[in-house]
Every structure is written in structure tokens, then in C-alpha cells.
């Protein structure tokens, strides 16, 4: 009997195979929702505080307020003040080139208002894909707001500011310039770098939030530091003062041809620095032209020389403050001296029999100040040498100061004290050597050098500095007997050119051999340095001028007293002093 066999579900099998296909679909979608909800549940419950915190980040901004950096002031005689570094509003012309419907158009006005190439500022605008391009910088704001309302699409003005220093190369090795590294400006060289905290001040902070367009919602700004502005240096520098003597010491270093040259007027009674100058010297304008950085020193403070005959007077000094020597001692000058195997001579080689130290002075002669520092011996004479600042930093607020070198006097070798006696084999800075003589104009005392009067704050607070005595280094009856020998090296010695009519005026001058590279003895190559007050006893300024290789004359005497007697006459002048010979 036939038969057929029967599903008892009613199904198929192909039935059932789709059926548990769609239950392991329906299980999936499942555990999805699952994982999904409790994946809300710790995003909106749990760690809601997390999340809402993080949001608020990202909508909650703090960004720097920048501050404003000081200005530095010159001064003149009636208290004026003169700025040599301000800030600057400047504006960039930038172009977005996806903003610019016609590039030829733009780079068209772009070439004639800017006198720019205008086929190069086609090529910059006209590609599309880039984002962001500059085209002309350091543009006067003035100019920029009067060309603002006939930009072509596209083009934008951005304002920057920037250090400025409105006289240019005037009063440049006192000042330095500021350098960007970045988005920081910071000071380089001279004050800007010495006075760079006080200078720059200190940036705030704004704490805002913005919106998801990226703009500030204005309810929510607070600052949570203002800015504080940089404070302003008043200088010890006289504008005018500054002026006259960049002018003679550039005349002078032209007219010899000197390779560098510099100048320094001081207050000897005060130490502050009235003027300060090298030759060359830059533009911080546009300081980054130049190819040769070491132009940027201050080789008044920065460099150290052997200065020569300029020293012969604190060796006298030193020798009338120990009571071996008065003006009026005499001794018998043969022309040399010999020590070992070497024979040191006069400048000029001659011998001029019977000679007082005031004659020695006149004359610069190398056997007197010799004949001196044996009587001294070489203890003492280190030991006044040192009292005079020689060897040793004056701690001016200026950057960079090299101590100088006199180790010579430590070695015991006679001939090394002996020729340090006139300047030979020690080293010293320019301004160390207006320090010390300084003394001697200032009856004894050594005063602390600066270039800062006061600094006044943002808010008009003002520090001021006043003069230091150092220590005394020689009474004033010693001062004062040197002071009435160089007067006379003026009116009697090389010097006599330097004299101002109706005044005393006091000075020496120094020729000095340059040390060979090889530190073998001497080249042919010369320094020359004039060093001198007015009035002589009652100085209200004292001035010191080098010429580093100048050609044509072989003194001191010859190139550097002309240009003395120019710019003390003028100073004379310049403070209405009158005269004080009768």
C-alpha cells in the first residue's frame, strides 16, 4: 500500500532555514540596541559631567593680550625728552587668492600703488588653492586707511606693530634694535637687551567663549590678566650731545680712514654716559641687512685694547699718591731703557737729558712713567691699577662688558709692569679708561658709569638711579696735581690742538702698536685715543675718542685733538659754561 509521509509543522524544510535566519537578524539588531542604550546611558548619565566639561573646552578659549614695550628716550640739556625706540602701527597687504575674482585686475593696482612687480603678484594671487599669500609689508598706516576703501576683492590690509627707531643710526650701539624669533620680539644688543624685562612688560590673558561659527560671544568675555606695558628708559644721553659727537667722531674716522672708531662723553662727577658711538654703525631698522654682525657690538664696553700713552697718567697718579714722585721730580732721561735683552725707547727715540714728570706727561715720554713704576714697584703699581677699575667689569647697564686684561702684572716679569707703566701689554676697554681718568677729574672718586636715569613704569611710577662713588682712589690734592699736569700737556705738549680758547682743558693722547695675530710682538698697525675734561677743575664732561688703523698719520696728537677741541667747544657751548681762564 502506498503512502505519503507528512510534515506535522506544515512546513517546508526551505521554510525553516529562512526562519532561523531571521531570528539570528532580529537577535543582532538586538544586542545593537542594547549595546547602543547603555553606550547613551554612560555618555548622558554617567559621565555626563566629563563630556559637558569637554565641550565647554572646546568652545572656551583663553588667548594672550599682548603688551606694549617701552619707549627709550634721549634728553636734552632742559629736560626734554627725545624718543630713539617707539612702536610702530604698520600694515601688511595680504591677499586670500580664492577671494579674488580677477587677479589681473588686483595685481594691476597692486603694482601701481606699491610700485611692486606686477607680474609677480599675478603669479602669487592667481592659484587658487592657495590659502594665503603677502604681498607688501611695512606699509605707514596713514597710507594704508587712505588706499583701504579701494582694495580689490580679495585683498586685505593687516595691521602689525613694530619697533621703530625715528632717528636711524643715531645713538644705535646705546639703543641695539629688537629681533622676532617667531611671534616674540626680544631685544638684541645695548638697552634693548640690558633692559629687556622692564622693556617688554608683561601679557595678559582672555578668557572667552565662542560659538560654533567660531565667533566671540560677547557676554562671556572676561580678562583674566590685563597686560602690563613695558616701562620707558629715560637716558643719561644728551640728543644734541649724541648728535655732535656721531658727527666729529664719523668726520674724523673718514678724513684718517680709520678701519673703526668710536666716541664717549661722560659726566665725571656723575659717571652718566652723555654719549656713546661707533663707527660703522647700523640702522635697527634695518638691522637684519647687514652681512657683518660683528658691527652690532659696542666695542666701547665690548672690546678691549691696548691704549698706549692714555695710561701714563694713573701711573703718575698712582706714584705722587705714594710720595715717590711730585710734579717738579726730575730725572735724566737717556732716550731707553734696558731690561734683559730688551731696550725700550721713546716714541721718537730721542733723549732729552733733565726732565720734571709734569714734562713727562708733555712729552709722553716711555723712560719717565718707567722711572716711576720702579719706584712704585710692580705691587703697587698692580695694586693703583686695580684701584683705577683697570682689569675689572664697571658694571654699566649695558650688556656685554669684558673685564680687560692686565694678568701682565701678575707674572713678575719687570718688563711686563714696566711697559704697562705707558699702556704696552695690558688690555682694557675704552670705557675703562674714561672710568679711571674720570677719577682723577673727579678729584679722586671713581663714580659708577650708566646710561639709565629713571625707569618709569606703565602707570608712571619712576625708579631713579643716582650716582655711585665706587671708592676714593686718590685724595684730591693727587687729582688735582695731575689735573694742572695735563692741563699743561695741553697748553705745552702734542696735545696743544685740543685746547678750547678762554678754558683749561685737560687731556692726553695714546698712540699704540697693535699685537700681531700670532701674538709676536708688534705690528705697524696703530690705535689712537685722546682722553680729556673741561673744565679742567670743575669738569662737567669728559670725552674719549679712538681711531682703530688710521692711515695717513702716525699720532694721536695729529688726528684726534682737532677733533676734541670740536666737539668740547661745542659742549662748552651747548651748557652756556663760561669761561673759566682769566
Not at 590690509?157 to 621703530?164: G, L, Y
Not at 631685544?187 to 582672555?206: A, C, N, P, V, W
Not at 711697559?419 to 682723577?440: E, H, M, R
Amino acid at each position: 500500500m502506498a503512502y505519503r509521509r507528512s510534515n506535522r509543522q506544515g512546513r517546508r524544510p526551505f521554510d525553516l532555514i529562512i526562519g532561523r535566519r531571521m531570528n539570528i537578524v532580529l537577535l543582532f539588531f538586538l544586542a545593537a540596541f542594547i549595546v547602543l542604550a547603555g553606550r547613551l546611558f554612560l555618555l548622558q548619565i554617567v559621565h555626563h559631567r566629563d563630556y559637558a566639561k569637554l565641550a565647554s573646552r572646546q568652545h572656551r578659549l583663553v588667548e594672550e593680550l599682548s603688551s606694549e614695550r617701552g619707549i627709550i628716550y634721549f634728553q636734552d640739556r632742559n629736560g626734554e625728552l627725545i624718543p630713539i625706540a617707539l612702536n610702530k602701527i604698520e600694515k601688511t597687504l595680504v591677499a586670500v587668492p580664492r577671494e579674488i575674482e580677477n587677479p589681473e585686475t588686483a595685481a594691476q593696482w597692486v603694482a601701481e600703488n606699491f610700485a611692486e612687480d606686477q607680474e609677480e603678484i599675478f603669479l602669487k594671487i592667481s592659484a587658487k588653492e592657495d590659502p594665503y599669500e603677502i604681498l607688501v609689508k611695512k606699509i605707514d598706516a596713514e597710507r594704508g586707511e587712505r588706499l583701504k576703501n579701494g582694495l580689490p576683492q580679495g585683498l586685505h590690509f593687516e595691521e602689525e606693530a613694530r619697533r621703530a627707531y625715528p632717528y636711524g643710526t643715531l645713538g644705535a650701539h646705546l639703543a641695539g634694535f629688537v629681533s622676532r624669533e617667531g611671534v616674540e620680539e626680544e631685544g638684541r644688543y645695548g638697552l634693548e637687551r640690558f633692559y629687556e624685562q622692564d622693556l617688554s612688560g608683561q601679557k595678559g590673558f582672555l578668557d572667552g567663549v565662542k560659538d560654533a561659527a567660531g565667533f566671540w560671544v560677547a557676554l562671556g568675555r572676561s580678562i583674566i590678566r590685563p597686560p602690563k606695558n613695558g616701562s620707558a628708559l629715560v637716558l643719561t644721553a644728551d640728543y644734541n650731545i649724541q648728535l655732535k659727537a656721531e658727527e666729529v667722531l664719523e668726520r674724523t674716522r673718514e678724513k684718517w680712514d680709520a678701519a673703526s672708531g668710536m666716541v664717549l662723553v661722560m659726566d665725571p662727577s656723575s659717571g652718566q654716559i652723555r654719549a656713546l658711538a661707533g663707527s660703522p654703525s647700523f640702522d635697527p631698522n634695518n638691522f637684519s641687512n647687514e652681512k657683518n654682525f660683528s658691527v652690532f657690538l659696542d666695542n666701547v664696553t665690548e672690546s678691549m685694547y691696548e691704549l698706549g700713552s692714555v695710561v701714563k697718567p694713573l701711573t703718575m697718579a698712582a706714584g705722587i699718591e705714594d710720595g715717590v714722585v711730585g710734579p717738579d721730580t726730575v730725572y735724566e732721561d737717556s732716550g731707553e731703557v734696558k731690561i734683559g735683552g730688551y731696550t725700550i725707547k721713546n716714541f721718537d727715540g730721542r733723549a732729552n737729558g733733565i726732565q720734571t714728570m709734569t714734562q713727562v706727561l708733555e712729552k709722553s715720554l716711555n723712560t719717565g712713567v718707567m722711572y716711576v713704576a720702579r719706584l712704585l714697584g710692580r705691587d703697587r703699581h698692580l695694586e693703583y691699577l686695580e684701584r683705577f677699575g683697570l682689569g675689572q667689569k664697571t658694571k654699566v647697564d649695558l650688556p656685554g662688558e669684558v673685564s680687560g686684561d692686565i694678568s701682565n702684572l701678575e707674572s713678575g716679569s719687570e718688563i711686563d709692569y714696566l711697559t704697562a707703566s705707558f699702556g704696552q701689554g695690558i688690555a682694557v676697554t675704552p670705557l675703562q679708561l674714561a672710568y679711571a681718568i674720570g677719577a682723577i677729574a673727579n678729584h679722586g672718586n671713581l663714580m659708577r658709569p650708566y646710561a639709565v636715569e629713571r625707569i618709569v613704569d606703565d602707570s608712571g611710577n619712576a625708579v631713579q638711579k643716582n650716582p655711585e662713588v665706587v671708592r676714593r682712589v686718590i685724595s684730591p690734592a693727587t687729582a688735582e696735581k695731575i689735573t694742572k699736569m695735563l692741563v699743561s700737556a695741553v697748553r705745552s705738549g702734542f696735545e696743544n690742538r685740543a685746547g678750547v680758547k678762554g678754558y683749561f682743558v685737560a687731556g692726553k693722547t695714546g698712540t699704540a702698536q697693535i699685537p700681531k695675530s700670532d701674538g709676536r710682538g708688534y705690528s705697524d698697525k696703530v690705535i689712537h685715543t685722546f682722553v680729556g675734561y673741561a673744565p679742567a677743575f670743575d669738569p662737567k664732561f669728559l670725552v674719549l675718542l679712538q681711531l682703530n688703523e688710521p692711515q695717513g698719520n702716525r699720532f694721536a696728537a695729529n688726528t684726534l685733538t682737532p677733533a676734541f677741541h670740536d666737539l668740547a667747544e661745542y659742549i662748552l657751548n651747548y651748557y652756556e659754561i663760561p669761561p673759566d681762564e682769566k
